[in-house]
Nanobody, 124 residues
Framework: VQLQASGGGLVQAGGSLRLSCAASGRTFSTYAWFRQAPGKEREFVAGMRWSGSTTRHADSVKGRFTISRDRANNAAYLQMNSLKPEDTAVYYC????????????????????WGRGTLVTVSS
């Protein structure tokens, strides 16, 4: 089972990027994105149940980022708009076979599988 994150890159402030997370081998019940900026701890960005019934976004990205999924491609996405320099980080895709409730989505220990990460750099 693998999670492959892609879509990172260099973008100017105010720009957009879409990150993709492709899962090979199986479909998970909950997907999420975390990020880790240089010198900082990894933090929750967004999560969702594969069913689409529950989504959660961190306050710092609410209104700018949107998590979604594509059943046909067995992939999850993170659409990032109005990017800011403080969004610069390595973004990680993660998943679990458990259907997490909203309040549990932001806990790193709730997830079983992690992708390698993709770097997003936002220039000012």
């Amino acid at each position: 089972v693998q999670l492959q994150a892609s879509g990172g890159g260099l973008v100017q402030a105010g720009g957009s990027l879409r990150l993709s997370c492709a899962a090979s081998g199986r479909t998970f019940s909950t997907y999420a994105w975390f990020r880790q900026a240089p010198g900082k701890e990894r933090e929750f960005v967004a999560g969702m149940r594969w069913s689409g019934s529950t989504t959660r976004h961190a306050d710092s990205v609410k209104g700018r980022f949107t998590i979604s999924r594509d059943r046909a491609n067995n992939a999850a996405y993170l659409q990032m708009n109005s990017l800011k320099p403080e969004d610069t980080a390595v973004y990680y895709c993660t998943a679990t076979s458990r259907s997490l409730i909203w309040s549990s989505m932001d806990g790193q220990n709730a997830y079983d599988y992690w992708g390698r990460g993709t770097l997003v750099t936002v220039s000012s």
